[in-house]
T-cell receptor, first 112, second 115 residues
């Protein structure tokens, strides 16, 4: 079956660094996405990993280890506006169709 | 990235009725997706809609309950039929980007409350 696990909630301090972990067990793995979702808004695309290693994009970085079924999202220099839910999503491929399977999301609270 | 709009943005409906949600994209796309996000939960894929073919439904979702239309490459509708309070949720449509990563972009969502 398909299974994606993330912590439910995390709290961090403004200016600090936080790492949000995601483990997955899926078939037809074709890549891993991270999305940010503020309350009442649609998810917005943050990052994509298909090969092992670290992808850096400004204050956000994402890491993938396919052999371990593991990814993390690293947020540096936290700002209050980073308080949001962070969704780990695995892209699977069956025949010629792609689809995203989402984890339950991690609610991040950034405190002053 | 594509610009996606949905109508209505929110609605309150009585049980037993049906609601059709519209999704409009500003560019032609092959794949459109419909998701449900129940209160406090993450996103669950309902179905994938390709133009000119029947939608493909995920386990737990059936066409009689969630009929989908895809008349052209920029538009799709999702109907929530014979609603019950358990259908209260946010319904989102999404499309794939045209890059090599196939990332999905989401519409603003339709917040449905069934009383």
């Amino acid at each position: 079956g398909q299974n994606i696990d993330q912590p439910t909630e995390m709290t961090a301090t403004e200016g600090a660094i936080v790492q949000i972990n995601c483990t997955y067990q899926t078939s037809g793995f074709n890549g891993l996405f991270w999305y940010q979702q503020h309350a009442g808004e649609a998810p917005t695309f943050l990052s994509y990993n298909v090969l092992d290693g670290l992808e850096e994009k400004g204050r956000f970085s994402s890491f993938l280890s396919r052999s371990k079924g593991y990814s993390y999202l690293l947020l540096k220099e936290l700002q209050m506006k980073d308080s949001a839910s962070y969704l780990c999503a695995v892209q699977t491929r069956m025949d010629s169709s792609y689809k995203l399977i989402f984890g339950s999301g991690t609610r991040l609270l950034v405190r002053p | 990235s594509a610009v996606i709009s949905q109508k209505p943005s929110r609605d309150i409906c009585q049980r037993g009725t049906s609601l059709t949600i519209q999704c409009q994209v500003d560019s032609q796309v092959t794949m459109m997706f419909w998701y449900r996000q129940q209160p406090g939960q993450s996103l669950t894929l309902i179905a994938t809609a390709n133009q000119g073919s029947e939608a493909t439904y995920e386990s737990g979702f059936v066409i009689d309950k969630f009929p989908i239309s895809r008349p052209n490459l920029t538009f799709s509708t999702l109907t929530v039929s014979n609603m019950s309070p358990e259908d209260s949720s946010i319904y989102l449509c999404s499309v794939e980007g045209d890059g090599v990563t196939y990332e999905q972009y989401f519409g603003p969502g339709t917040r449905l409350t069934v009383t």
